[in-house]
């Protein structure tokens, strides 16, 4: 074992089928013909001595010998873009990629303006973002799939560091002279028994309404599921039902839509929003960089945030 040479390529190659479970799909990753990548990872399990992957008609799966380099695997690629980052000071030729997983909050309301700026005044960095529930977010920071996650909750966060970002609150968008368009605040067990708008499944905000409503014993009535909270308060002022959304998104929309805005009073309605990485000083520079940029920006925001909810 002491004279095997890893191949980088080979590793990118096992990582991308191992995340896909597709040889084929990890090929194209790879930008590799599959005739290639096949070969590739053969004399990669023979040069171990283990088989990598297990075989079947749906694709591949890992053994335990493939968890253990997929593990190792991840922490060598991590090493190297921290190597690259940290020499970007000195070199400008140098590039880096972030991979951050993020709440459907987040992507939607709080990252578009704060990535837009870190971008701009970083050509060289690219960042791969993607929409995950909480949990998820805080398993792929743990194994080391992203760089960078945002979650909300009280999400089992072990293996993780955590950084407060923002908060935000969840609040009910009802028609023009609905019963509760009056209100100053609601309690969710007023309105559990309403006709819903939600965003589609996978999404945070439609596994929360079904989690809130399931502790108290319910199911929630969704007429409808949309991929946006712009088309969901079209939805509303159109009489299809209800909608929660965090109060972020409701101040942005209330003023182009006919609904009124109602914040939920239960303390649950509070969400924080959290940074999370394996280890803070193990990102890379421009990773560390792009952190400090989000708290440093969700700082500046704070003022209009706390307006918008004393309005």
Known sequence: MASIRYDLLDLRLFMNVAEVGNLTRGATNTCLSIGAASMRIKNLEEVLGARLFLRHSQGVTLTPAGEALLLNARRVFQDLERLHGDLQAFSRGLKGQVRIFANTTAITEILPAALGTFLASHPMVDIDLEERLSPEIARAVADGTVDIGILAGDTETEGVELIPYRSDRLALAVPLGHRLSKEASVDFADVVRESFVSLQRGSAIHAFIENVAGSV???????????????????????????????????????????????????????????????????????????????????????????MSEH
Do not use: Y
């Open 217 to 307: 014993g319910l199911t929630p009535h969704i007429r409808i599921r949309v991929s946006s909270f712009e088309s969901l308060c079209r939805m509303v002022e159109s009489g299809v039902g209800v909608g929660l959304l965090p109060e972020s998104a409701a101040s942005r929309l209330r003023s182009s839509h006919s609904i009124s805005i109602v914040p939920l009073n239960n303390s649950w309605a509070v969400r924080e929003l959290k940074i999370c990485t394996q280890r803070l000083d193990s990102l890379p520079m421009f990773a560390r960089n792009l952190v400090d940029h989000l708290v440093t920006h969700a700082a500046s925001a704070l003022k209009p945030q706390t307006s």
